[in-house]
């Protein structure tokens, strides 16, 4: 497991999201991504790499709707693999089958590409560059983009046969719509207690514990003041972000109440939002 995806560290850990079709939605994260279902519970059904820990759960809502455009929301969920072979393998499997991506780059600290599920949510598959060469300057990385080395990644996985997604795989981030910079920084970084590293100035804010590159991002390209999507549209429902224990928690819910962010509880789970409405579950590493 990914030293930046454990104790001490805080990070994003699963996502729920809203389908238009389950089973169609189903066929696309085994058949294409090859996860695996840990629980099917009353048609909310959650996936996983390996065969125990929780990564997406999916459902179908009576009333959905299609997903809604220029709101807040997920941007996108990005699956961390261990390796530049494991994302070459990927690669080799979706160009057989011929599904369509929305693009790649090479970001310096990642080698990403970019794609949707049947109902356009946006999922990001990458692996990380060796944390030696990523270019800190006073706890801060430059934002780069550069194109994206698909030859030299096929080439890593030439001789490596698709077993659908590695056991090892994470949510390694998550990026997210929202309606303005300033108050999102306010809360992901003074309410959660996550470091400010990156920024795209007027843009986007990215956010992560124990000097990963990003365990959150947020950028303001669908507008700013974009509205909260309808509860019953197509998109994310929740995120859990992990902290390593119970100490850690109540000291950032306490934080959150200080500075006048509402924090629930509801079966038992904290729950809380951000400004845009993002729903947010706070949970710890031994729960999951």
Do not use: C
């Amino acid at each position: 497991m990914s030293k930046y995806h454990r104790p001490p560290n805080t990070f994003v850990g699963q996502v729920d999201i809203k389908v238009g079709d389950l089973e169609r939605t189903l066929n696309f994260y085994q058949g294409v991504l090859g996860f695996t279902i840990l629980e099917n519970h009353e048609g909310k059904i959650t996936l996983t790499a390996d065969g125990k820990l929780p990564l997406i759960k999916i459902e179908q809502p009576e009333d959905i709707i299609s997903k809604e455009s220029q709101t807040t929301g997920l941007y996108h969920f990005a699956i961390l693999l261990p390796s530049r072979a494991d994302l070459g393998t990927i690669i080799k499997k979706l160009r057989e089958i011929s599904y369509p991506l929305q693009g790649g780059s090479h970001h310096g600290i990642s080698e990403a590409i970019y794609l949707e599920d049947p109902d356009g949510n946006g999922i990001e598959i990458y692996a990380d560059t060796p944390p030696s060469t990523w270019k800190w300057e006073n706890g801060v990385l430059p934002a780069e983009g550069k194109a994206l080395d698909i030859k030299g990644l096929l080439a890593e996985a030439e001789d490596k046969e698709w077993k659908g997604i590695p056991s090892e795989a994470l949510i390694g981030h998550i990026h997210l719509s929202v309606s303005e910079l300033e108050k999102t920084e306010a809360f992901y970084h003074q309410g959660m207690g996550f470091d400010v590293v990156m920024r795209i100035p007027r843009n986007a804010v990215f956010f992560s514990t124990g000097e990963y590159h990003h365990h959150i991002g947020t950028n303001i390209w669908n507008g700013i003041g974009a509205p909260a999507p309808s509860e019953n549209s197509v998109g994310m429902s929740s995120f859990s972000v992990v902290f390593p224990s119970d100490e850690a928690r109540e000291k950032v819910i306490k934080k959150l109440r200080d500075l006048n962010y509402q924090v629930k509880k509801e079966e038992g789970v904290f729950i809380t939002e951000d400004p845009s409405g993002n729903q947010i579950r706070l949970v710890v590493s031994r729960d999951i």
